[in-house]
């Protein structure tokens, strides 16, 4: 996994960069011009890996600054000296307080959860996977059918709840969104600890009436959370998304989706570092259970094993 981020950041592989190897043995005061040059295409390079140009600025920054000059000492190898460094950045510029979704949800009954996202990015698919969640956790979940544009959408998400045993409201393909949404939580509102997951219609970023259409799913439903979820494999766009949604209803974080299908592993970089916003989940496959909680530990974890 992240294949492509831990070679560009030179870890996961046997041998440090020797332009690392060199600027490390040189000591505090002498020529550290390797040091600039790895530093700078390091930089262009973890571009190719999905992090954006700021975020790779930082990055490269940080670890000239933690590498210039830096001794070895006795029994440490060049290795740890460098993935030290490199983990040390990732702490700084990606540490983001990922709240517990089960506690929050635990505050409130019925706690209202809205899926939003692009087209295929994987709201379907991550609302059953966050049913089966739940419910597993002790809580009453109800689905709400709020994709009426696509065709197939309906019987998509009934067929989640049937396999699941999770109670799905759904009106009629054209129906309006808002209304099911308003139906599912009055539905919900009957049990004592109950979640709501909205299931929405994909959103492309130049369709204005699907844009408001979610706009108005809010002010009817008015989730406690809304969550985007972004495909992995979509690479910088991932940010573009992020901001758009977040600028038109406001999101409170992100699922992160296929992340199996060979991501590199970079937009997780650049989505905690630029939008500041946590990463509840990461969808590695097709099965309910391809569902794993983020934490940083986790992606450093995946980075340096
Ligand atoms: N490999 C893999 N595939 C996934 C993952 N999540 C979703 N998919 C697949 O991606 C495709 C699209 O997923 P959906 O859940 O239908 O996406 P959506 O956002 O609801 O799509 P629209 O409703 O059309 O906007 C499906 O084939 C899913 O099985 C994942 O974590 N890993
Ligand atoms: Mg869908």
Known sequence: MFEKLKEKLGIGKKDVPKEISDSLTTGIG????????????????????????????????????????????????????????????????????????????????????????????????????????FKRNGFYVVISASDTFRAGAIEQISLHGDNLGIKVIKHNAGGDPAAVAFDAIKHASRFKKAVVIVDTAGRMQNNKNLLEEMKKIKRVANPDLII???????????????????????????????????AKGGSILTLLAEMKKPIFFVGNGQNYQDFINFSLDWYLDKLFS
């Open 30 to 133: 002498k020529p550290i011009g390797n040091l600039k040059e790895y530093t700078g295409d390091l930089k262009i390079s973890l571009l190719e890996a999905d992090v954006s140009l700021p975020v790779s600025e930082k990055i490269s920054a940080s670890l000239y600054d933690k590498l210039n000059g830096k001794r070895i000492k006795i029994g440490e190898s060049r290795e740890e000296v460098l993935m030290e460094a490199v983990k040390s950045t990732i702490r700084e510029i990606a540490t983001v307080n990922i709240p517990d979704i089960i506690k929050m949800a635990e505050s409130k009954s019925p706690y209202v959860i809205m899926l939003v996202g692009m087209n295929g990015t994987g709201k379907t698919t991550s609302a059953a996977k966050l049913a089966d969640m």
């Open 228 to 262: 985007l979820t972004l495909d992995a494999l979509s690479g910088n766009d991932a940010i573009n998304q992020a901001r758009m949604f977040d600028e038109a209803v406001g999101v409170n974080g992100f699922i992160l989706t296929k992340i199996d299908a060979d």
